[in-house]
């Protein structure tokens, strides 16, 4: 090939973020024309990465955000959190009054933020031109992003000077927004997307063949610890009780593919069953994609975080995106199985300790209620019917349980067999979350649900707030029984107080006096079960003032979380009732942090590795 010919020719984005490329092999001079497409080998399975609640960018509609009178049209991108505040015309994002929540966080006006997409264009913005405000909106995927995969920056790309560089060429940073990266977290995803986008690409290596006889890369090789090395490795290093090591020959039966890596936002204020439609009409245009570019690609693999698990779990089911048959397995992460008692704590007393959530969503009830009950997702994470039983408990200052719910006992108060007996069924929506306002242990304050004063048609907000809670429960029966058969997961089991969780939510009973011997007097059997105290006012802190049957005022506190589990899910409650081939049961992470934590990363490899074995052909 003569310098002439050296030049591209042509540049396309092809799909799944690799370019093709297009080159003269005879002088441009001459009129005989041969040309070669550069193309990926013909079999393709795509990696997909589907985020945790809260994962996903969001932005507004124009008429939502010409409303708020923003400068753009952001709702959420977490990624901008240290650098600079999340919302415009706010000197930080926690001064936030409830109503502006609910306003931006609305999952009737709010999309995902794709990379020069929309899903409506009479509604929404799309991002602009790629060059220009769509690299500049979607630069949590740094400019400077380094090649990673196939993931590599063309070079005619290169320069400072955009006059000569070529229409059709792109960043590797421009790939990878193409690929979806840059539609969610990149700070709490990156390492897991980097990893798989690097590993699975680089698996066989003919340079080092020639020295060791392996042609497998050295990152795959047994014995040498290039970081998260996973061939030869005892499972229990990573926390699984059971299992077979990897060996270098699975690694090896899997390499005449290759693993794109594609990461999926989905509005997360919608409910998982909206989004598994959504997102698995994604999957299935993104397969056929390949097939029309002449790749055999069938069926993809799916990674997870969270409750982007419990959506997998619905993109799976046949009547939501009905996908079962295109899912070779899923790997998920950290996955609140039947919900989570964090999602009920948050509700009355908001979000601790987890910043930048609690900076965000809110650190009371009032913030966090606005936002959660006017969104069918944030919903779905709370405890469900498989659950357990009596997770909600109040207790005295001995720490003896006074009452739980849900429960099927039948909690009589103080004349049994009258007017005053409560009557339950064991399940959390009609013992718990469907309670009077006027109940204490019932989840949704009434006067904190609607700030913004949404309107809506033939019915009012509190009967929407209630039947969406409906729906979430509904929904959970729905996908309860709902596992890939090649599934494999891990999960924090941490009991050290830094990630301790709220299994259980406990409350417990304090004196607004000081008067210990009072308050044991009032609590004290005859005097009226917890089930007959009516709420008098609650701070949205965690602390509650109640009354009893006898007009006798005390306070219940919210107490610290008990449980073993990543500080969000707890183990036994929740995380560990997944059904999968292998658990991965695991420590020294929190729940948002978990694919930074080294054990993860190792054991999302090994799955993803092992269920690409079972793939025909």
Known sequence: M????????????????????????????????????????????????????????????????????????????????????LFTKVTTASLLTPEERQLKLDPDETEVDYYRFTENEGRFDPSGDQTQTSDNRHSNIPDSL?????????RAAWGADSTKKSAGAATAAQKARWRGWSEIGFNDYRDALEILEGRLYHITDPYYAQVSHNPLHEVWVSGKDYGRSVTGVNLAKWGAPAGKALEETEVLRIANCLYPVHAMGYN???????????????????????????????????VTHSMGGILARAIIHPEMGGLNDAVLGIYHSVQPVHGAGAAYKRVRSGVT???????????????????????????????????????????????????????????????????????TDGTPLKDIYLQKSGNWW????PEWTNPAGKKYKNSSAWEMVRQRIIDSQDFHDKIKHTFHANTY??????????????????????????????????????????STWKIISEDGKGDLIVMSAEKRKFKLKLLSPRDPGDGTVPADYSAAKVKAKI??????????????????????????VKIANTAEG
């Open 2 to 85: 003569t310098d002439s010919t050296n030049d591209v020719k042509k540049m396309t984005q092809s799909v799944g973020g690799a370019m093709e490329g297009e080159f003269d092999l005879t002088p441009s001079h001459t009129e005989q024309r041969e040309t070669i497409f550069m193309m990926p080998p013909s079999r393709v399975i795509p990696i997909i990465f589907l985020p945790g609640v809260m994962g996903s960018n969001l932005r507004m509609s124009r008429a939502r955000t010409a409303k708020v009178g923003d400068e753009n049209d952001i709702a959420w991108r977490p990624d901008t959190l240290g650098a600079t505040t």
């Open 146 to 154: 380094r090649n990673v995969g196939m993931l590599t920056t063309d």
């Open 268 to 302: 997360w204020l919608q409910s998982n069953a909206v989004s598994a439609r959504k997102t698995a009409a994604r999957i299935r245009a993104l397969i056929k994609s390949y097939q029309d570019h002449g790749q055999k690609c069938d069926k993809v693999i799916l």
């Open 353 to 423: 300790g987890h910043l930048p959530t609690a900076l965000v969503i809110g650190n009371t009830g009032q913030d966090v209620t606005a936002v959660f009950a006017n969104a069918p997702g944030p919903l779905e994470l709370l405890p469900t019917s498989a659950y357990g039983q009596g997770w909600l408990k109040v207790v005295d200052q001995n720490d003896r349980v006074l009452a739980q719910w849900p429960t099927n006992a039948k909690d009589v108060g103080s004349q049994p067999g009258t007017s005053n007996a409560l009557q």
């Open 442 to 445: 019932r989840l949704i304050n």
């Open 489 to 530: 997961a891990s999960y924090g089991t941490d009991a050290t107080d830094k990630n301790l969780t709220h299994g259980n939510v406990i409350y417990k009973v304090d004196s607004l006096s000081n008067d210990f011997n009072d308050i044991a007097s009032s609590i004290s059997p005859g005097r009226g079960a917890p």
């Open 583 to 608: 658990h991965f049961k695991q420590t020294g992470y929190d729940h948002q942090g978990s694919y930074h934590n080294d054990f993860v990363l190792a054991s999302m490899l090994y799955s993803v």
